[in-house]
């Protein structure tokens, strides 16, 4: 029986070693980008309709009811309102402001787009989705049945 040096053993340790610690890096690389791009929404650097969260999955469940988080920033100050696209009224207008952070109990059962629009022109100025995501289940069919001698 023929076993492999101890050199040989440590250089393959070490090899394996160092692809370990660079999917390691390159995942915390990835991690500290979305950090970095998630920071720079909630902070307030850029305009822009942001919701949080920003989807939600329905296992069971007829429709998501959770309250959203909805941060807005805009480039100047205007007279606002923010819709959800399916329905006629507004949720809610602001006269002459830049940004806003509200709160939302909404009940949902499919993606929903939420628009900022200007007041007096009811131009888009932002708008974002909000995702419905439903679970489906697969059975899968046996091949042979129970009682199947072969």
Avoid: H
């Avoid at 394996?16 to 690389?29: D, T």
């Avoid at 949902?108 to 909000?130: A, G, K, M």
């Amino acid at each position: 029986m023929a076993y492999p040096k101890t050199s040989d053993r440590i250089c393959s340790q070490l090899t394996c070693l160092r692809a370990s610690l660079r999917v390691c890096l390159a995942c915390l690389c990835i991690v500290l980008l979305q950090a970095n791009a998630a920071s720079a929404e909630a902070d307030g650097t850029r305009p822009g309709l942001f919701l949080s969260p920003k989807s939600c999955v329905l296992e069971d469940e007829v429709s998501c009811q959770l309250p959203i988080d909805v941060l807005w920033l805009l480039p100047q100050a205007w007279d606002v309102c923010l819709f959800i696209v399916t329905q006629e009224e507004n949720l809610a207008c602001w006269e002459d402001t830049l940004s806003q952070r509200s709160q939302y109990r909404l009940t949902l059962d499919r993606n929903t787009q939420f628009e900022l629009r200007r007041e007096d022109t009811d131009r888009v100025i932002f708008s974002e989705t909000f995702k419905v995501y439903k679970k489906v289940k697969r059975f899968r069919r046996k091949r042979r049945n129970p009682w199947s001698f072969y």
